[in-house]
């Protein structure tokens, strides 16, 4: 076994110590918003709370989880995501399969038009008028179906297809009497557990975060998802309906207070689902990533 050289050491102390910053700059906003969520609100804005909570307080918690609205968006945020992923599970499944077949003819035409729309779309306008001719103004679908496949997944998802499932096994699928769905019932979909949690995890990350198209198509508060509910705490600043009593009973100067510790709990609470989803696909994430980088 070969010893390392001193070039060896020097460019794997490099490595090391270049990954230990990265690391540092990405884990200490998660952990000063964390700790700031649960730190006495002047402490934060004093600048007395820098890494570990000041004055531990859960007020922002309390005041958002009792707050309707917030709870409102959590349920709407569930549910789009929800039937949006499998929405577009199943539409990038049965774009995919087909195109990952050889004797599938004119899959090179068909995949040339899909990746043509990659490049070119109508605009927000015409997607707009077309929105509204469809009457889903304001409606769950409005946010579900212009979006409900893409083309990049659908281009990972064949190239996987094409590299891990052998043709053979098709074949022999094909020769023991299952026809095309059977086959991808029985036989694709189970071999293909790793490329379908990438795809739970581009879709629900994606429904998740989403916010334009909800500003754009929804009118009725009912039906916000939680992003919408932030951008305003975030972007606005509007926190008035979330810190009860008013200034006239609580004061501006605490209002204040409240506000600011409102803003970090509620990025918290915003981000903690994805932030349980993700340890559990990280590694098909990678997959996903390598594989979408193979030409197929």
Same mark, same amino acid.
């Given at each position: ?29 998660? &952990? ?56 577009? =599970? ?12 050889? !004797? ?38 409005? =946010? &579900? =179906? ?93 926190? !008035? ?11 501006? !100067?605490?209002?204040?207070? !409240? ?38």
């Amino acid at each position: 076994m070969d010893h390392p050289t001193i070039g060896d050491r020097i460019s794997g102390a490099l490595i090391y110590a270049a990954l230990a910053v990265i690391l540092v700059l990405v884990l200490y906003p998660l &952990i000063y918003v964390l700790s700031a969520s649960v730190s006495e609100p002047s402490a934060v804005i004093e600048g007395r709370m820098w890494l570990f909570p000041v004055d531990l307080t859960f007020t922002g918690y309390n005041k958002i989880f009792h707050n309707e609205e917030v709870l409102i968006g959590y349920r709407n945020t569930i549910l789009y995501t929800v039937v949006g992923t499998a929405i577009n =599970l199943f539409m990038t499944t049965a774009a995919a399969y087909p195109l990952s077949r050889k !004797d599938f003819a004119g899959r090179g035409v068909i995949t040339a038009i899909l990746v043509f729309t990659m490049f070119f779309s109508g605009g927000l306008i015409p997607t707009y008028l077309l929105i509204k001719s469809l009457h889903m103004i304001n409606t769950i679908w409005a =946010l &579900i =179906l212009p979006g409900a496949v893409s083309v990049y997944n659908i281009i990972i998802m064949r190239t996987f297809f094409q590299m891990s499932i052998p043709p053979e096994l098709q074949e022999a699928a094909a020769i023991d009497g299952c026809g095309n769905l059977q086959t991808l019932w029985r036989i694709v979909l189970p071999l293909s557990m790793p490329i379908l949690a990438v795809m739970v995890l581009f879709y629900s990350v994606g429904h998740w975060n989403s916010y334009f198209n909800a500003l754009i198509y929804l009118s009725e508060r009912s039906k916000f998802p939680l992003q919408l509910f932030l951008r305003e705490i975030l972007v606005k600043g509007e926190v !008035d309906n979330m810190v009860q009593g008013g200034a006239a009973m609580i004061g501006q !100067d605490q209002q204040i207070l !409240d506000a600011e510790i409102i803003k970090y709990a509620m990025v918290v609470v915003a981000n903690v689902p994805i932030f349980l989803l993700y340890p559990f696909l990280q590694k098909y994430f990678v997959k996903g990533i390598m594989i979408g980088a193979i030409k197929g």
